[in-house]
């Protein structure tokens, strides 16, 4: 490949890493096409961003930035996955797809800066995606409203209660 193409590809490649604050780094060799085209859709389904690049190109886009800490990592065959809105999609892609074809090997990969290895994606992994983060907030935020409501409604009802007991008894 010419120098200047390689430029070329680094200077977009440096541009689109500068909005992800994570990406992960694979290595494919011994993944059959057919498995190679099923690991791009999976990751295409789950929103991110994957190729497959010279690492003198990956070499280049990562110098002098953050994610210059993955250098050591390009060797060999390198496919680079990211995703701007959720760091934690290209990981979990990754490590679900490596359990059903082993051939495919994680490198390891960036978060914030922190070079991770392969015990480091799975954590990334496992963190959860900005959904169930908003979810798990909005529960937060709605946890104190029903506890308030509650308790409001408590007083009320005990009185009701007490009444059709007392009309219950004279009833009888």
């Known amino acids: 490949m010419e120098q200047a193409t390689k430029r070329e590809q680094s200077a977009q490649l440096r541009q689109q890493l500068s909005d992800a604050s994570a990406f992960v780094l694979l290595d ?49 065959m390198t496919g680079l996955a990211y995703n701007p809105e959720d760091p934690g999609a290209p990981a979990r892609v990754a490590r679900d797809f490596r359990k059903d074809v082993e051939a495919l090997g994680i490198k390891g990969g960036i978060m914030e800066g922190e070079v991770l290895d392969e015990s480091g994606i799975n954590r990334l992994a496992d963190m959860p995606g900005p959904r169930e983060l908003k979810s798990m907030f909005l529960r937060l935020l709605q946890t104190p409203a029903t506890n308030m409501v509650r308790v409001l409604n408590a007083a009320p009802q005990s009185f009701l209660y007490l009444l059709n007991a007392k009309k219950d008894k004279d009833a009888a």
């Not at 497959?52 to 930035?65: C, L, M, P, Q």
């Not at 800490?69 to 060797?75: D, E, I, V």
């Open 28 to 76: 494919f060799a011994g993944v059959t096409v057919e498995q190679a085209t099923e690991l791009r859709n999976k990751f295409r389904e789950a929103g991110c961003t994957y190729r497959v690049y010279k690492n003198s190109v990956i070499r280049f886009a990562i110098e002098g930035t953050t994610h210059e800490g993955a250098t050591p990592l390009l060797k060999g």
